[in-house]
């Protein structure tokens, strides 16, 4: 699931691009360069920004991160957060219809996120106690093997937002709800902790399936 905060990303990226472009135009002479070169090079951020707008729907920045030497450490974070969604899904008994890593493969599948564990709509929004259990530990099985890897989580608000609006058609008030998702919570980071090799290895399937620019 996409990671809090993706939507300021292609804010950030034109505000550098801007900066990179006054920069140039400010010091470049100074260091000797060519006016023709910063012609070029402006260009050259004019397009990217364009062709990112355009292609990659403001995601371009971090397909093209992705795929660079660091990039494997980004995908692998991606990796072990939806290896626990699958992990738990696959406890549960809960049909997985398609699991991917990394921001190239959900534009691929016209999704504007960089990760994503996809299941069958619920049959009724109105679900018994007993499956709304379920979907809590499901959905926050990402946070969860991001916890028990990392120490803390960085994505997760989709699944947060997906898990808040299950509980508030199931018509159970409010402290009922944040009582069963917190308990689900310790659960399924106890059972993650427990079987942390599994997680690992899930995690590297995933990634070594995941594709990037260049391969």
Not at 50 to 77: F, K
Not at 184 to 205: V, W
């Amino acid at each position: 699931m996409a990671p809090a905060g993706e939507g300021s990303t292609g804010t950030l990226r034109a505000g550098l691009v801007v900066a990179a472009i006054t920069g140039l135009g400010a010091f470049g002479p100074v260091l000797g360069l060519s006016p023709a070169w910063i012609v070029v090079a402006v260009g050259g951020g004019l397009v990217m920004l364009s062709v990112d707008a355009a292609s990659w729907q403001g995601m371009g920045g971090h397909v093209l991160a992705e795929a660079l030497p660091g990039g494997e450490g980004r995908l692998r974070r991606i990796a072990v957060h939806e290896a626990g969604h699958l992990l738990i899904a696959e406890q549960e008994q809960m049909p997985v219809q398609r699991v991917l890593v990394g921001t190239l493969a959900c534009l691929q599948a016209g999704l504007r996120s960089r990760g994503a564990t996809e299941f069958p709509v619920p049959n009724s929004v109105r679900m018994p106690l007993e499956d709304l259990r379920r979907w809590s530990r499901v959905l926050q099985a990402g946070i969860a093997a991001e916890t028990v890897v990392y120490g803390k989580a960085r994505g997760g608000a989709d699944d947060r937002a997906l898990l808040g609006q299950l509980w508030g058609l199931s018509g159970h008030d409010v402290a009922t709800a944040q009582r069963e998702q917190r308990r689900a919570r310790r659960e399924i980071e106890q059972l993650l902790r427990r079987d942390q090799a599994d997680l690992s290895q899930r995690a590297d399937q995933l990634l070594s399936s995941a594709p990037r620019l260049g391969r």
